[in-house]
């Protein structure tokens, strides 16, 4: 959807991985109980950033502008690592 969207300066482009539905053992989580997922895939990187397309990042809790449920755009200083 948002193929078309190239960020600029230190601005990124990411997706959100979707969050866990269950424990490793099965159990059900509510969704109330879950946490705000932080973990994010690169899909366009602007050219003053260091990082590119395909690096999966965690950022920050409750940080950037979202696009959409999926779609995220954060700033470079908002990213907390590369995993």
């Known amino acids: 959807m ?15 991985r979707p969050e866990e539905t269950t424990t490793a ?4 989580i509510p969704t109330e109980a879950r946490d705000k997922n932080q973990e ?5 990187a ?8 395909g690096d ?3 950022y920050k809790k409750y940080m950037g502008v979202a696009l959409d449920e999926t779609y995220l755009v954060l700033k470079e200083e908002e990213i907390l690592g590369i995993m």
Not at 25 to 28: D, E, L, P, V
């Open 2 to 16: 948002f193929a078309e969207f190239i960020p600029i300066n230190d601005n990124i482009l990411v997706q959100i």
């Open 56 to 58: 999966v990042i965690y």
């Open 40 to 44: 994010a895939v690169i899909i366009h």
């Open 46 to 53: 602007g050219k003053s950033t260091q990082l590119k397309s």
């Open 25 to 28: 053992t099965g159990i059900y």
